[in-house]
DNA sequence: GCTTGAGCTGGAGTGCACTCCAGCCCGTAA
DNA sequence: TTACGGGCTGGAGTGCACTCCAGCTCAAGC
């Protein structure tokens, strides 16, 4: 697969995916005869995996010290493990955050159309 | 109560506060004899309703819209109101987001737990 | 065989949200 | 009365995560 097709099929600019391989997110893909990138289908499966770390919050410090360990084989399984059991602690946190925001969400729009009424009944009045 | 205080109080460090106050997020508080902030108790409120945009994914831009318009009185309620209704869409996309992530965190680790017991194994037999 | 377009590299630039700094003033304690 | 700590301003600097650019090569179509 070219970079411009994985461009579309992963949602990612051409410039953030070779950016993603300088920084060794991404592994550097075999070459054509012209020296250009020619990535395998696999990628894209761990691109989604890296967007969904990316969403839900991880560094990128992180996610690159993820990929450093996962190029390195089932030697590293442990530590992986230890870092997407901490990362699943923060979106737990991450997640009690956001539903007592949208409960204040709730409160503070039911509040603002309770004062429009008001609004609209003094105007009414007068 | 001085910057400090607020600082102490509020969980912003000082410069943050000065800057807030800079870009319209916080209004400019009354200012004693010798020209130093001293603040309200009821900024504490706003600010720790920043806090929760902020946490929950709003942009600057936005928190300072609000907060102009909130500055501009009742005159602003409905479009008040449309901005917590877009933000708490927003919020409800992120949950979901997360509760996936989460359920994927859960799955890989099992995933890793299987794989580190195989690698036990064999590293046993040997 | 020349034009076009995709891809290449190294490096500079961008936008966001702070964070830090120099050099100043002022009020209180020793 | 002077030393100190806290506060002030305007502006420069930082870290993150891209994003853009100049100037190059190469392959395919007309």
New interface residues.
């Given amino acids: 697969m070219k970079i411009s097709e994985l461009s579309k099929r992963s949602g990612l600019s051409i410039d953030t995916l070779r950016f993603y391989e300088k920084i060794g997110l991404i592994e550097p893909p075999p070459r054509d005869d012209a020296g250009r990138r020619d990535y395998p289908e696999a990628v894209l499966g761990w691109i989604r995996f890296l967007d969904?770390?990316n969403?839900?919050g991880m560094k990128q410090a992180d996610r690159i010290r993820y990929a450093r360990l996962r190029a390195e084989g089932?030697a590293t399984?442990?530590e992986?493990?230890a870092m997407?059991?901490t990362?699943?602690t923060e979106?737990?946190r991450?997640?009690a955050?956001?539903?007592?925001?949208?409960a204040?969400?709730?409160r503070?729009?039911a509040h603002?159309?309770a004062?429009?009424d008001e609004?609209q009944k003094e105007t009414t009045n007068v």
Same sequence: chains 1, 2.
Wanted: aromatic share 6%; glycine share 0%.
């Fill in positions: 969904q770390l969403a839900t089932p399984y442990a992986r493990r997407l059991e990362h699943r979106i737990a991450r997640l955050e956001l539903e007592e925001t949208l204040l969400m709730d503070k729009v603002y159309r004062l429009e609004t």
